[in-house]
């Protein structure tokens, strides 16, 4: 299976869904780590989900959204 198409945009690496237009996800990676604020979304472009990540773990608030980008349910990390 071919790795997504990704590029860093001011210091923020974006990965595209396989139809190589629409954003996946997007957030910073420090030494191969997900770090900071991260997102991800559908191939509709709506978001589906966002958090954070320290070294490569998720933590703090976690947040899901339904197809319409609405606040679907929080989650503690």
């Excluded at 590029?7 to 910073?28: F, M, P, Q, R, V």
């Excluded at 191939?43 to 998720?58: A, Y």
């Amino acid at each position: 299976m071919p790795s997504k198409k990704s590029e860093i945009i001011d210091g923020l690496t974006i990965k595209y869904h396989a139809n190589g237009k629409t954003i996946w996800s997007k957030g910073k990676i420090i030494d191969g780590l997900a770090e900071g604020y991260w997102e991800w979304y559908r191939i509709d472009g709506t978001i589906k989900r966002s958090g954070h990540f320290k070294s490569g773990e998720p933590v703090g608030e976690w947040i899901t959204y339904d197809a319409k980008g609405l606040v679907y349910k929080k989650t503690q990390k």
